[in-house]
């Protein structure tokens, strides 16, 4: 009996493996327009896709990015700048996309662009800590996507967005894990009514990778930032040595956890974007794949033991 359903499961993967390797054709006539330039992710997809053949528009938060990016790209690969909390730079943008794909629209927009910070316990924040964030990682997404959607339907193309494992599993306080599962809910009410005009909506969900979201210093300095800023009553809730130990946590876990090989994460973009028959959810990293989506299936019971586990306690802890 097992041997069969081993066989079944074994010929659906041969199956879907096969069938995932056609690619789209023409693809100097496909542009693809991608957000968060500057590093990371979205820079090494750009030259990846260039060198594919597609036609990029990479969005760039500062002009150094713009420039250091045209400087390893062929003139296939077009650079604009964008800020994507400003609704009038979102516009601009996608304004110059329409004149530039014409008739052909839009094949693809990539929401890469996001933030980590602030990060911290979620009695650490403020609501300006929230709406900060959620403008860039979830307004930034819906509001890049919403300003060329007409050219996607266009060209039948897709929306891929880069949410991550916490927007499956609330691993971490504050707005980080909110703004990821905002990003998902929205990419799964956008996939269904898109469906009807060929445009596909997929989602990128990576584990921990070596990037400026993932960079210990930032964090380090935006958690002693909270803790500086944060009432003195808070502060004696986690006690005075709290913040030195979170600081050695950070360090530690970090650099222990992050996988340095970004092409994980792009190859599964690239996949999303180029491929005849694209996966609705990629969830690149060994970490992503093997710890955080099966923690997500378990009992909250199970999940949140686990997480808290191990986890600094607070000075005037009861439990």
């Known amino acids: 009996m097992w041997m069969y359903v081993l066989a079944l499961v074994l010929l659906y993967y041969v199956v879907r493996w096969y069938r995932e390797l056609e690619r789209v054709p023409d693809r100097n006539n496909k542009y693809v327009y991608i957000t968060g330039c500057d590093s ?15 036609c990029v528009v990479a969005a760039c938060f500062t002009e150094k990015g713009e420039e250091e990016l045209k400087k390893s790209c062929s003139s296939r690969v077009s650079s604009v700048s964008l800020d994507v909390r400003k609704p009038e730079s979102i516009d601009k943008a996608a304004d110059f996309i329409k004149d530039l794909v014409g008739q052909k629209g839009l094949w693809a927009v990539v929401n890469n662009a996001g933030v980590s910070v602030p990060s911290g316990s979620c009695d650490w924040m403020t609501l300006k800590d929230y709406k900060d964030m959620l403008e860039v990682n979830l307004n930034g997404v819906i509001g890049v996507t919403l300003s060329v959607l007409p050219l996607i339907k266009k060209a039948r193309g897709r929306v891929v967005s880069v949410a991550s494992v916490f927007g499956r599993i609330g691993a971490v306080g504050g707005p980080y894990c909110v703004s990821k599962f905002a990003v998902e809910g929205f990419n799964d009410s956008l996939r269904k009514c898109m469906h009807p005009f060929g445009v596909k909506v997929l989602c ?16 380090i300095n935006n958690v002693k930032m909270l803790w500086g800023k944060m009432p003195k009553e ?17 360090k530690e876990n970090l650099s222990r956890m992050a996988d340095s090989d970004l092409m994980k994460v792009v190859s599964c ?10 996966r609705t959810r990629y969830s690149p990293g060994w970490d992503a794949k093997l710890f955080w989506l099966p923690l997500s299936y378990v009992p909250t019971c199970v999940s949140d033991y686990l997480l808290m586990k191990g986890r600094i306690k607070p000075a005037k802890a009861v439990i």
């Open 40 to 54: 990371g992710f979205g820079n090494l997809l750009a030259r990846h896709l260039d060198k594919k053949g597609f």
């Open 204 to 219: 990128i969900e990576p584990g921990f990778f070596k990037t400026m979201v993932t960079d210990s210093d930032v964090i």
């Open 269 to 278: 973009m690239e996949h999303a974007v180029s491929a005849v028959h694209p």
């Open 234 to 250: 808070t502060r004696e809730d986690y006690g005075d040595s709290y913040i030195n130990q979170v600081e050695k946590l950070i």
